[in-house]
Nanobody
Framework: LQLQESGGRSVQPGESLRLSCAAS????????IAWFRQTLMNEREGVSV????????KYADSVKGRFTISRDNAENAVYLQMSDLKPEDTAVYYC???????????????????WGQGTQVTVSS
């Protein structure tokens, strides 16, 4: 399974942005996919995760009400719609897949074993 993020760019505070994560090589198997973000000063933190079928989602407190995760399995894609962006949302955003099945959705990076290369999001006036 390979993952590729896109959609990152520079925006002003309050604007919206949608990130995409394209998956390939899954051979018809769908995994929970999460978005993480990382800055130079901080560890990689989980932002949001969606179940393999798309019926369950989970968000970090810092983005609840502003970010929405979704997926289109027919297109092998996962999206992160970000609204009301703040300077503290500035980071490299990564998507990741969890190939080991668990009962709950996880935002801890230890559960994820497939990662994309990342896309930069910068929020600045």
């Amino acid at each position: 399974l390979q993952l590729q993020e896109s959609g990152g760019r520079s925006v002003q505070p309050g604007e919206s942005l949608r990130l995409s994560c394209a998956a390939s090589g899954s051979n018809g198997v769908y995994y929970p996919i999460a978005w993480f973000r990382q800055t130079l000063m901080n560890e990689r933190e989980g932002v949001s995760v969606i179940s393999s079928s798309g019926d369950r989602t989970k968000y970090a407190d810092s983005v609840k009400g502003r970010f929405t995760i979704s997926r289109d399995n027919a297109e092998n894609a996962v999206y992160l719609q970000m609204s009301d962006l703040k300077p503290e949302d500035t980071a490299v955003y990564y998507c990741a897949a969890q190939s080991l099945a668990t009962m709950s959705l996880n935002l801890d990076k230890i559960w994820y074993d497939r990662w994309g290369q990342g896309t930069q999001v910068t929020v600045s006036s």
